[in-house]
C-alpha cells in the first residue's frame, strides 16, 4: 500500500498494462491502494485473531466488511452513532463493503443447493458433498428479501435501498450495490430472471445512493454487481447492462459455475467488455492459483475468506518447504513431523510467527488449542498474500508473471 495522504475522493489509475493485465492505484478518502490488491475479510468488523495493528504489518492495504452481519449486529446505526465502521474498528485504511446480497443468497438458495457459504464454491470439483440441502430462510421478491436472521430467527428485509442506507451508515469507501446472486445449480430460466431484477436492483442503488451522502466525512464510491451464473450469454448481457450504468467501479459477483474452468470462461466473457477507466473487483476468489489466472484476466482486486480461514485450521502459505515444492501452496502445521522441527515455518518471511518462532513451537499451539496460532498463523498468510501480490506487481512490470507463476504452481499451470 501507498502510504500517501488521504484523498477527498475515490478515483482509479491504471499504471501499466500487458493485454488484460495490469497494474494500478486505487484511490481512496482513507489511502491509495497499489494494485492488484488481495482484500482480506473482516466480517464482522474484524479480521479474525487480529488487530489493527497485525494488519498494518501484514501490509494489508484494503479489508472488506459484512453488510449483513454488521446490519444484524451490532447495528447499523450503532456502529453510525460511534463514528462510522474506521473509528469504531480503529481502522484507517480503506474498507469495503457488500451489499448484503451473497449472505441473503446463502440462506436461500445456498441451502436449498448445499453450495456457497455452506458447501463447495464449486459443487463440481468437490468429492463428497458436505452438506445437505435445507430448507431457505429468505424470500425474494421483485422490492426486495425478506430473510431470518442466523441469530435468533427474527424477520428481516433488505432491499437496494436499504442496502445502500446501511452501507453509508457504515461508512465504507466503497459499498456495493444491492444484487441477487444465483447458484451454480440454478438453470438459465431462473439465472435470467435473477440477472434482470439484479439489473433493476443496480438502478434503485444508484438512485438511492445519489440521493443519499457520506455521514462520516470523505467520498464513497459505488461498484455495480455483474451476474448471469456460467451462461456465456448471460454473463455478456449483464456485463453491458452494469458497464453502460454510471458505477465507480465493477465487481464479477455470483455463481461462477461448476469448476475453475468455468470461472476462468466467465472472466473471459466479462473482462473484455468493461471499461479499463474503472477498478474490477473479483468476489469471493482468493487461492492462490485463482490469483495468478484472475490477474492475468485483468482483475485489480478480489477478497477471499481462504488465507484466513486455513491459517486458523493449521494451513500455512508456502511456496516451498526445505527447498521441496508445495503443489497445494500450504504447510499443515498440526503434522506430527513439525513437533520438534526448530526452523521458522518460512525462513524468508517477515512476519512476527517466522522470525520469532519455531514450527515446533506453532504446532505445539495447534495441538495445545492456543488461541495464538490463530493470531500468529493468520498474521503469516496475510503476509505471504501481500508479499505475493507485490511480488506480482513487480513481475507484470518486468515481464516476468510466466516465471513467477511456475515457481508457485509448479510447471502444470491448470487451477489447482
Known amino acids: 500500500m501507498s502510504n500517501s495522504a488521504p484523498h477527498d475522493n475515490f478515483g482509479f489509475e491504471t499504471l501499466w498494462t500487458d493485454g488484460l493485465a495490469r497494474t494500478g492505484r486505487l484511490i481512496t478518502p482513507h489511502g491509495v491502494v497499489d ?61 469495503m463493503t457488500d451489499s448484503g446480497g451473497f449472505q441473503v443468497f446463502s440462506l436461500g438458495a445456498g441451502l436449498e443447493h448445499g453450495v456457497g457459504k455452506v458447501a463447495p464454491m464449486f ?75 439484479t439489473h433493476r436492483w443496480a438502478q434503485r442503488s444508484l438512485d438511492a445512493f445519489e440521493r443519499s451522502g457520506p455521514q462520516h466525512g470523505g467520498h464513497q464510491a459505488l461498484y455495480g454487481i455483474t451476474q448471469g451464473g456460467w451462461f456465456e450469454d448471460l454473463r455478456r448481457e449483464s456485463t453491458a447492462a452494469i458497464a453502460a450504468m454510471p458505477f465507480d467501479g465493477i465487481a464479477i459477483g455470483g455463481s461462477l459455475g461448476r469448476t475453475k474452468e468455468d470461472m476462468a470462461a466467465v472472466l473471459a466473457w466479462s473482462i473484455p467488455m468493461l471499461p479499463e477507466s474503472r477498478p ?101 498468510n496475510l503476509t505471504q498474500m501481500n508479499r505475493l501480490m507485490a511480488s506480482i506487481r513487480s513481475a507484470l512490470v518486468e515481464g516476468s508473471l510466466p516465471t513467477l507463476r511456475e515457481s508457485w504452481l509448479g510447471s502444470d499451470l491448470r487451477p489447482d
Not at 520438534?340 to 515455518?345: A, G, L, T, Y
Not at 512476519?351 to 488449542?369: E, M, V, W
Open 35 to 95: 494494485t492488484p490488491a488481495f482484500v482480506a475479510v473482516g466480517t464482522r468488523a474484524a479480521v479474525k485473531s487480529l488487530d489493527p495493528d497485525d494488519l498494518r504489518a501484514a501490509d494489508q492495504a484494503v479489508i472488506f466488511a459484512n453488510t449483513y452481519h454488521l446490519y444484524l449486529r451490532p447495528g447499523a446505526d450503532v456502529v453510525s452513532d460511534l463514528g462510522g465502521l474506521h473509528r469504531f474498528m480503529g481502522w484507517d485504511r480503506p474498507i
Open 123 to 197: 459443487p463440481g470439483e468437490a468429492a463428497v458433498r458436505r452438506t445437505v440441502a435445507g430448507k431457505a430462510l429468505m424470500k425474494v421478491d421483485e422490492e426486495g428479501v425478506s430473510f431470518k436472521s442466523h441469530l435468533d430467527g427474527s424477520d428481516h428485509r433488505l432491499t437496494p435501498e436499504s442496502s445502500i442506507e446501511i452501507q453509508r451508515k457504515l461508512g465504507a469507501d466503497i459499498v456495493l450495490a444491492f444484487d441477487e446472486c444465483t447458484s451454480p445449480l440454478h438453470d438459465h430460466v431462473y439465472t435470467r430472471q435473477a440477472m434482470e431484477r
Open 280 to 380: 474490477r473487483h473479483l468476489l469471493g476468489i482468493g487461492e492462490i492459483p485463482d490469483i495468478f489466472m484472475a490477474v492475468e484476466r485483468g482483475i485489480d482486486t478480489f477478497d477471499c475468506v481462504s488465507p484466513t480461514r486455513m491459517a486458523r485450521n493449521a494451513g500455512l502459505i508456502a511456496r516451498t518447504l526445505d527447498g521441496r515444492f508445495l503443489p497445494r501452496q500450504r504447510i499443515n502445521m498440526r503434522n506430527s513431523c513439525y513437533a520438534r522441527d526448530p526452523k521458522p515455518v518460512v525462513e524468508d518471511c517477515p512476519c512476527a510467527l517466522c522470525t520469532n518462532f519455531s514450527r515446533a513451537y506453532l504446532h505445539h499451539l495447534f495441538r495445545s488449542k492456543e488461541l495464538l496460532a490463530h493470531r500468529l498463523a493468520t498474521l503469516h
